[in-house]
């Protein structure tokens, strides 16, 4: 008896996951609920419904409280919310290449870049850098992955230049300079919330 109660279960317990995963989405979209009170509803019987509708009845009572994100009533935080989603889907393409450029087996330790992955870290990091045209000195010649020179365990990109040197850059300090010109009213948030501190 409790199998067939625990197997129609499942499906609920998935819905719930799928549930709670898009509830977030679903409250900016729909109209806000005013909470209901369960005194001033008329109670029904439990005693006939099954476990797995007992468990429905709670997740349906639960989820007509008002939201657990009172915030989201808050235009100006769902304004916030929204441009930090902009910003995310903004520099997500440069930052998971950038990521699997240092963190992948695709470069090894001072290798140079392929002249495709080389134009994206130059046009969307390297030329937002603050300190851009003292990184590339003379001339850049091409941009390497290598590791960092104090810190050996961490890999990092660097600006090889024209006369033979070479020089590591934070391709963080350029998300962030490319953040702070782009977005300048939500920059600092944005970089206080999404940025380790003390990385510029």
């Not at 100006?76 to 930052?95: S, T």
């Not at 961490?154 to 962030?176: A, N, P």
Request: charged share 30%; proline share 5%; aromatic share 8%.
């Amino acid at each position: 008896m409790a199998a067939p109660l625990f197997l129609r279960a499942i499906p609920l317990l998935s819905l719930r996951l799928h549930h709670h995963h898009h509830r977030l989405a679903a409250s900016i979209l729909a109209p806000a609920r005013r909470p209901r009170c369960s005194a001033a509803e008329p109670s029904r019987g439990n005693e006939n419904l099954s476990s797995a509708d007992n468990i429905t009845a709670a997740w349906s009572a639960r989820d007509s409280v008002s939201p657990k994100y009172h915030r989201w009533n808050d235009d100006e935080y769902r304004k916030w919310k929204d441009k930090e989603d902009e910003i995310l889907r903004d520099i997500e393409p440069i930052a998971s290449l950038t990521k699997e450029i240092l963190h992948s087996e695709r470069y090894l330790d001072g290798e140079q870049l392929t002249a495709e992955d080389e134009k994206a870290v130059v046009d969307k990091l390297l030329a937002y850098h603050p300190h851009s045209e003292d990184k590339i000195g003379c001339g850049l010649d091409s941009i390497m992955v290598d590791r960092h020179p104090q810190f050996k365990r961490s890999r990092c990109l660097f600006v090889i230049r024209t006369d033979g040197g070479w020089i590591d850059f934070s391709y963080q300090k350029c998300l962030r300079a490319y953040i702070r010109d782009k977005y300048p009213s939500h920059a600092e948030r944005f970089i206080r919330e999404h940025f380790k501190r003390g990385s510029g």
